[in-house]
C-alpha cells in the first residue's frame, strides 16, 4: 500500500526559530497539501500544491509559512519565526484525483517552546 | 464558519450496539470522504462517495450520501472496540481543491 512519509514525527524548537517539515508524497499523485491539527481542534486546512505552484490556501497560511517541491519527490512546509501558537500535528496529503480523497501521512508533531 | 457539521461530536456505547453519525452541510460537494483517525495519527480514509444518493458498505460501515449533496452519514452495526477512533467527514466543492473537514465524533465503544 503506497504511503505518505513525514519526517521529523516530532520537532522542539524554540519561539523564533524557523523550522521544516518534510513530506515525501505518493509517487503518482498530483495534488498535494498541508494540513494541521491543534491538540483536539479540528482538522484545518493550510495549502495545496498542484502543477509546482499554490493552489489554494487559508488565512492561516500567511507570510510566516511557504511550501516547496524542491526535487519532484519532496513536499516541504517552511514556517519562519515559529510562535506557540504554531504547536500542532502537521499532515502532509496527496491526491490522484481531488474527488477522491487523500492519503494522509503519520504528521509531524510541532512543539514551540 | 464551518462548512461541515458532525453530530453527535461524542459517543460512548457498549460493544454490539448500532449508532449513526452524522454530517450536515448547506452547501453541495461534488464529494465527501469518511476518515478515521486514532490519537497521535494521521486521518485514514475509510470510502468516497461521489454521487448523491449513494450507498457504500465497508463489513459493518454504511456510507450514505445525501440526494442532493449537501449531507452524509455513517451508520456501524454491531460497534466493536476496535471501532473506537475520532470519525471525520470531509468534502471537496466543485471549485477549489480544498477537502472542508467536519467538526468530528470521537467514537468510544466499551467492551
Known amino acids: 500500500e503506497p504511503e505518505v512519509t513525514q519526517t521529523p514525527s516530532h520537532q522542539v524548537t524554540q519561539m523564533g526559530q524557523e523550522v521544516i517539515l518534510r513530506c515525501v508524497p505518493i509517487s503518482n499523485h498530483l495534488y498535494f497539501y498541508w494540513y494541521r491539527q491543534i491538540l483536539g481542534q479540528k482538522v484545518e486546512f493550510l495549502v495545496s500544491?498542484?502543477?509546482?505552484?499554490?493552489?489554494?490556501k487559508s488565512e492561516i497560511f500567511d507570510d510566516q509559512f511557504s511550501v516547496e517541491r524542491p526535487d519532484g519527490s519532496n513536499f516541504t512546509l517552511k514556517i519562519r519565526s515559529t510562535k506557540l501558537e504554531d504547536s500542532a500535528m502537521y499532515f502532509c496529503?496527496?491526491?490522484?484525483?481531488?474527488?477522491?480523497?487523500?492519503?494522509f501521512g503519520s504528521g509531524t508533531r510541532l512543539t514551540v517552546v | 464558519t464551518q462548512l461541515l457539521e458532525q453530530s453527535p461530536q461524542f459517543l460512548s456505547i457498549q460493544e454490539g450496539e448500532n449508532l449513526t453519525v452524522y454530517c450536515n452541510s448547506s452547501?453541495?460537494?461534488?464529494?465527501l470522504q469518511w476518515y478515521r483517525q486514532e490519537p497521535g495519527e494521521g486521518p485514514v480514509l475509510l470510502v468516497t462517495?461521489?454521487?448523491?444518493?449513494e450507498v457504500k458498505k465497508l463489513k459493518r460501515l454504511t456510507f450514505q450520501f445525501g440526494d442532493a449533496r449537501k449531507d452524509s452519514s455513517l451508520h456501524i452495526t454491531a460497534a466493536q472496540p476496535g471501532d473506537t477512533g475520532l470519525y471525520l467527514c470531509a468534502g471537496v466543492r466543485y471549485t477549489g481543491n480544498q477537502f472542508y473537514f467536519g467538526t468530528g465524533t470521537s467514537l468510544t465503544v466499551i467492551p
Open positions: 462517495v461521489v454521487t448523491g444518493g
Open positions: 496529503a496527496s491526491s490522484g484525483m481531488r474527488q477522491y480523497g487523500y492519503t
Open positions: 452547501s453541495v460537494f461534488s464529494s
Open positions: 500544491f498542484y502543477n509546482n505552484e499554490i493552489s489554494e
